[in-house]
């Protein structure tokens, strides 16, 4: 049934994100292929010269648009979809709570991960369209120098261990917004005011939890000393203390899995025992 709940949430996203996406692709053709005719157009000409922001401008604005459209969509597709009044029809399907909230914040995941893509495929788009020769050449010396450089055998772990981290961090971010909605929906009114003010209210608590973590020292006892890292000498890539590196990022995936896993529990302790969509 889950397979269900996110088909219909993933045809919403699309629905709304789909033409912004190819809107945002085909703009940075265009402004890479501008930049390019830019290169054979006199310096004189200035009603070519004028555009030269103007396209730019767009293609960061379309970007802002994304990140806008992405929180708007991850809040109302919450509330709407079950506090709001599309709540009185879902609630009534064979599916538990749970389910609802993992529906809603596997959604939000990909469509945050999609649109990050989206933007970095955007900025390889025009560069490659600007000057596709010069990209392809950059590529290759970079490589050259990078299989020069001795990386420690177990690089990649980390690099793995970083990208899951920051995956962790983004569905409990998600989730921290969905608990807040949660608790503004417990008032009677104002709630979407609630909402801001318990948002606003968790990341206090979880701001004074960190600062009481550096000033005791707690912090580091658990990310270590900090002298490990990479380090770069005469074209050698060496690192120091690997495993202390693999064991902080260790530490902070745990603290986010648990961070993400009390806010569930929370939306879904509400929406179990506190549901009210009058």
């Not at 390019?36 to 396209?55: A, E, I, T």
């Not at 389910?99 to 989206?118: D, M, P, Q």
């Not at 939890?209 to 006892?221: P, T």
């Amino acid at each position: 049934m889950l397979g269900k709940l996110m088909k219909y949430d993933l045809r919403s996203m699309l629905r709304k994100f789909g033409p912004l996406w190819i809107a945002a692709v085909a703009l940075s053709v265009v402004c890479g292929l501008y930049f390019r005719l830019m290169d054979s157009v006199s310096s004189s000409n200035f009603l070519m010269k004028m555009f030269v922001g103007l396209l730019p401008a767009a293609l960061f604005g379309i970007f802002v648009a994304m990140a806008v459209m992405a929180l708007i969509f991850v809040c109302s597709r919450f509330y709407s979809g079950l506090l709001g009044d599309e709540g009185y029809l879902m609630h009534t399907l064979p599916v538990t709570a749970g389910a609802h909230i993992a529906s809603k914040g596997l959604t939000a995941l990909i469509l945050e991960i999609v649109s990050g893509l989206v933007a970095l495929l955007c900025i390889t788009l025009v560069a490659v369209t600007y000057s596709g020769e010069e990209l392809l050449r950059g590529w290759r010396e970079f490589l050259a120098m990078f299989r020069q450089l001795d990386f420690p055998a177990a690089t990649p772990w980390l690099v793995a261990e970083g990208v899951i981290v920051a995956i962790a961090a983004t569905a409990a971010e998600t989730l921290k917004i969905y608990a807040a909605i949660s608790l503004g929906h417990l008032a009677k009114k104002h709630r979407v005011l609630w909402a801001v003010l318990a948002y606003v209210g968790i990341d206090v608590v979880l701001n004074i939890l960190f600062g009481f973590g550096v000033s005791s020292g707690l912090l580091m006892r658990i990310l270590g000393s900090g002298s490990w890292g990479f380090f770069a000498d005469s074209g050698e890539i060496t690192a120091h203390g690997l495993g202390m590196m693999a064991g902080a990022m260790g530490s902070v995936l745990f603290w986010e899995v648990l961070l993400g896993t009390g806010f569930f529990f929370l939306s879904r302790f509400i929406l179990k025992k506190h549901l009210n969509l009058e």
